[in-house]
């Protein structure tokens, strides 16, 4: 795990069309120029791993005001977009804007160190929680479920969503499911919100 570097912004933008395949939406991919802003904004936020000198994981993250985390509405709202123009120094809240991991590096952990760098930076700025907003690409298969129920589910462990079992096994908290959160068909536009108290 080191600090994300500049030279891998391009490389940064080809990981996520590899990690998010239709139909997740193109234009809601991180770019290089979303990548060098997003490194601009809040350098010591931005993490990446390499594994034989390829990069196998990223991670982009900011800072948000109590306020901004107690009156959520959609992700845009939240972030500002790809550009995390909300990002302030003033916040309490580390927000884990994105994950991508490698498809042929997964299950190898990088996730979990990921969260970890992700903690060890929320305790090292004195911020008072870890928090993001997960896709759930599962719920398309149970059409008549809701959402709420869905995340419900899979916290029980009765249904499996790769993304939200994973975080959740890794120690995040389920607080709530928000439909009408992004654009995002395959999760039904839903997102699961997830948190570590510090």
Same mark, same amino acid.
């Given at each position: ?16 069309? +590899? ?39 990223? *991670? ?9 985390? *107690? ?67 599962? +719920? ?21 969503? +790769? ?36």
């Amino acid at each position: 795990m080191v600090p994300f570097e500049l030279e891998f912004c391009e490389e940064a933008q080809l990981l996520q069309r +590899l990690c998010f395949p239709p139909p997740f939406p193109k234009e809601d991919l991180f770019s290089r120029d979303d990548f060098l802003f997003n490194l601009r904004q809040f350098p010591e936020g931005q993490f990446m791993v390499l594994q034989n000198q390829e990069l196998a994981a990223t *991670s982009t993250n900011m800072i948000i005001t109590d306020s901004a985390w *107690s009156n959520l509405s959609t992700w845009e709202n939240l972030v500002g977009g790809l550009h995390i123009v909300n990002h302030n120094v003033s916040g309490s809240t580390l927000f884990g804007v994105d994950i991508s991991v490698h498809p042929k590096y997964r299950k190898m952990g990088l996730a979990k160190k990921i969260y970890e760098a992700r903690l060890g930076l929320a305790r090292k700025l004195n911020l008072v929680r870890f928090a993001t907003a997960c896709r759930l690409p599962g +719920l398309s298969r149970y059409p008549d479920l809701s959402p709420h129920d869905f995340g419900r589910k899979v916290a029980s462990g009765e249904i499996v969503d +790769l993304p939200l079992s994973a975080f959740l096994k890794i120690g995040l908290n389920l607080q709530m499911v928000v439909e009408n959160f992004m654009n995002d068909p395959e999760s039904r536009h839903c997102c699961a919100i997830l948190e570590i108290p510090l």
